[in-house]
């Protein structure tokens, strides 16, 4: 692995106006890798959302995506999720991508529209206990069910054999709207199978459940591949905001 000064775009290190700069040459050609893959296999690139996933960088590279109009960002640590959304303000939609504890719901489930990563039924109950609560009052937590379908046993997600009866446990939860399915999959292996997988699952339960529609699948290195089999959510970091420095914020998440 290369080293990189933390002084590039270390999550603690002084905003780099040179990042910042370079973030809107770097989404414009990621939404248009996203719409050459989309037209390889006559999709159209509206059908897929770029979550711009901002672990790890600094608000003031974040706010350079905000300020060049894209609103959808991604986090994946309850703590700085938080401190990102309160940098950020209000014009932003927020997904929550990573492992979430149980402890960090209340928190969390404000925050992020729509959670990517429930893999077991009690996340998604004590998500619906927290919906309960009178600042929730008449709101819907949106999620999707993440879903283990490279069979990595160092990745988060339910089995693909446990994933029907969980997505059908969750949607039967009370202001909890599960719309579909979320992937990571292994390292080091060609993706397309997972995806593949992934999109079979989506279809399978669709059938039974309409409105089982996203499909979360693709990152920095792998999007187009992703796009090419159905992705409707890509999550992209470094693609977006240049090289991230290696922190503790990432350890077991990827
Ligand atoms: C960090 C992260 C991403 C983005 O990864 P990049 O390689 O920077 O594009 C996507 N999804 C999840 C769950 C992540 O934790």
Known sequence: MEMRSPTVSGPSGTPD???????????AAVHRRVADAAQRVG???QAVTVVAVSKGFPAAVVQAAVADGHVDLGESRADELLAKARAIGPDVRWHF????????????VPVAGLVHSVDRLSLAETMARRMDRPDRAGHVQ???????????????GCSLGEAGD???AVRSLPAIRCEGL???????????????RLRQ???????????IEHLS???????????????????????VFGPRVRSPWEDGVT
């Open 201 to 211: 699952l989506r279809d399978e339960l669709r059938e039974r459940f309409p409105e």
């Open 43 to 45: 999709r159209s690139p």
């Open 17 to 27: 106006p040179e990042a910042a700069a370079q973030v809107p040459r770097r989404l």
């Open 97 to 108: 991508v990573g492992q979430l504890q149980r402890n960090k719901v209340r928190d969390v």
């Open 142 to 156: 949106r999620v999707l069910v993440q879903v283990n379908a490279g069979e990595d046993p160092a990745k988060a």
């Open 166 to 168: 969980l997505v059908a």
């Open 182 to 196: 979320m992937t990571i999959p292994a390292m080091g292996v060609d993706p397309r199978p997972t995806f593949v």
């Open 217 to 239: 699948m693709g990152m920095s290195g792998d999007f187009e591949v992703a796009v090419e089999e159905g992705a409707t959510i890509v999550r992209i970091g470094e693609a």
